[in-house]
């Protein structure tokens, strides 16, 4: 039975990276598919990874027609056995409903990827929709971290250095970008996306002479005294490394 697979997580699970993996274990299997994408970090019309791993693509725009895509493919005698459809947080609900016909009407399986939440912790519209109707909800394996060594499960958005939680849903930009004039995304632990730390701030804080110890985010970690900082913890860390 075809079914329609949401892969969800935060920036930097390896998302894209198993978006291509699953398209090449797909026609090394002798099936073929269509890959979608939308507002990829290396630009219009290609699904890429952190790693440097890449694959050209059909890029999404409010007005493509999903079914009218396949039906035209189908039209020119060509089989569509499933899509690969990256960045699908970015899709409208109406692309996912038409994602969802084609699994139920036409029997292809349709792969989607996407970050579940923005920068705010709201629902992307698109993932939203995911959630609602996807036969399957997975989480990749690959696990993003905070900068304080624990699963990160928020996106944050950090702009000359500063994390912001207002502004419009999307704007284009990647993790660890290193230019304090372009838009940076971290992920975070809840703790620290709701103390707005990320680790630019972490590290100020404790190099700060005038910050007191209840100032200080205390987040206790395994092997450290219990007020050790978030911040310490971090540089005992690397120390270690």
């Known amino acids: 039975m075809a079914e329609l697979v949401f892969f969800s997580g935060t920036m930097d699970c390896g998302k894209s990276t198993l978006a291509l993996q699953m398209d090449h274990n797909h026609r090394a299997r002798g099936r073929r598919g269509l890959v979608f994408t939308k507002l990829d970090r290396a630009g219009s ?3 890429s990874s952190r790693l440097g791993l890449s694959h050209e693509a059909i890029e999404v725009d409010d007005n493509l027609d999903f079914w009218e895509v396949v039906v035209e493919q189908a039209t020119g005698g060509r089989v569509i056995d499933y899509l690969i459809c990256d960045e699908a947080q970015f899709y409208t609900p109406l692309q996912v409903e038409q994602l969802a016909r084609l699994v139920d009407e036409m029997g292809i399986d349709v792969f989607t990827f996407g970050i579940t939440a923005d920068f705010r912790a709201q629902l992307f519209p698109g993932s939203r ?7 399957r909800t997975q989480v990749p394996q690959v696990e993003a971290l905070c900068w304080c060594g624990k699963r990160a499960t928020h996106n944050s958005r950090v702009v000359d250095g500063d994390m912001v939680v207002e502004g419009e849903q999307v704007v284009v930009g990647d993790t660890g970008a290193g230019s304090p004039a372009v838009v940076e995304y971290e992920v975070l632990c809840r703790r620290h996306y709701m103390r707005r730390m990320t680790s630019h701030a972490a590290r100020a804080q404790s190099a700060s002479a005038e910050a007191l110890p209840f100032d200080l985010d ?10 050790e900082t978030d911040a310490a913890a971090a540089d005992h860390r690397a120390n270690l490394a």
């Open 45 to 47: 019309a290609v699904l």
């Open 129 to 135: 929709r995911l959630i609602e109707l996807a036969d």
């Open 218 to 227: 205390l987040c206790p970690l395994p092997g450290l005294h219990p007020r």
